[in-house]
C-alpha cells in the first residue's frame, strides 16, 4: 500500500510513539551537535540540506505541536475499525473521530453546539453539515429528535416527557429508544469535554478548544 504524505505521518507516529524517551533525545542531541556549525563553514549544498532535514526531524519529534498530531494519529487509527452506527462514544479519541453516524447527534449536544456557533470547535469541519444554524437545544430538529418522549428533568425537579411532532426530514426515521440512551450517554461525556476547555472533542486533529 502506497501512503499518502498524511499517511506517512500516521506511520511515522505509530512507530515512533507520542512521546521521546529521554534517552532517544539525547541521542539524538549527541548526533546532530557535530553538525551546528557546519551550515556556514563550507558544506556542500547538499549538505546543508542534510542537516536541515535531519534538525527539523529532530525538531518535529519533539515539538509539542507535533507530539499533538501524533496523539491524534494514533486515535484516529484506534479508532478505524468503529462501525457507523449509533452507539455510545466516552473516550475522547474516539469522540474526536467519530462515526458519520454519530457526528450529526454529538453535534446536537447543546454546550458542543454553542461552542460550534462561537467558532471555538471544529466541529467534524470536513464531513459535518449544520441543517440549523443558530438553533440550539429545543430549537434545534435533531435535539428534539434525540430527546422525543425521554424523560427529563426541568430546572425546579420536575420528571416532564416532552413529545415532538416534526414531520420527518428526508432520509429521517424515529430513534429507537436504546439509540436515544446511546446519544444521550455520548452527550454527557461531550459535554464534558466542552466544559473542560481543553482539548477539542470535535477535532479529528486533536485541536485545542
Known amino acids: 500500500m ?16 507520542t512521546s521521546q524517551h529521554p534517552g532517544t533525545v539525547a541521542y539524538l542531541q549527541k548526533q546532530l551537535e557535530p553538525f551546528r556549525g557546519a551550515l556556514s563553514s563550507g558544506l556542500t549544498e547538499f549538505g546543508r540540506q542534510f542537516v536541515s532535514s535531519a534538525r527539523n526531524l529532530y525538531e518535529s519529534l519533539n515539538g509539542s505541536e507535533a507530539m499533538r498530531l ?20 466516552w473516550d475522547i479519541g474516539r469522540l474526536q473521530n467519530a462515526p458519520l453516524t454519530m457526528q450529526r447527534w454529538i ?4 454546550e458542543t453546539r454553542r461552542l460550534y456557533h462561537q467558532q471555538r470547535c471544529d466541529g467534524y469541519s470536513d464531513t459535518y453539515v ?26 425546579d425537579g420536575q420528571v416532564v416527557f416532552e413529545q415532538y411532532w416534526d414531520p420527518l426530514r428526508e432520509g429521517d426515521r424515529h430513534l429507537e429508544l436504546d439509540e436515544q440512551s ?4 455520548t452527550h454527557e461525556f461531550a459535554r464534558a469535554y466542552a466544559l473542560a476547555g481543553k ?4 477535532s479529528k486533529e486533536g485541536g485545542m478548544l
Do not use: C, K, N
Request: charged share 30%.
Open 2 to 17: 502506497m501512503l499518502t504524505a498524511a499517511g506517512e505521518s500516521d506511520f511515522d507516529a505509530l512507530v515512533y510513539g
Open 182 to 185: 446511546d446519544i444521550i450517554d
Open 130 to 155: 449544520d441543517m440549523d444554524p443558530g438553533m440550539t437545544g429545543e430549537d434545534h430538529y435533531d435535539w428534539r429528535r434525540i430527546y422525543d418522549g425521554v424523560a427529563q428533568v426541568t430546572a
Open 70 to 89: 501524533a496523539r491524534a494519529a494514533v486515535r484516529r487509527v484506534d479508532s478505524l475499525f468503529m462501525s457507523d452506527t449509533i452507539q455510545t462514544i
Open 107 to 110: 453535534m446536537a449536544e447543546p
Open 199 to 202: 482539548e477539542d472533542h470535535t
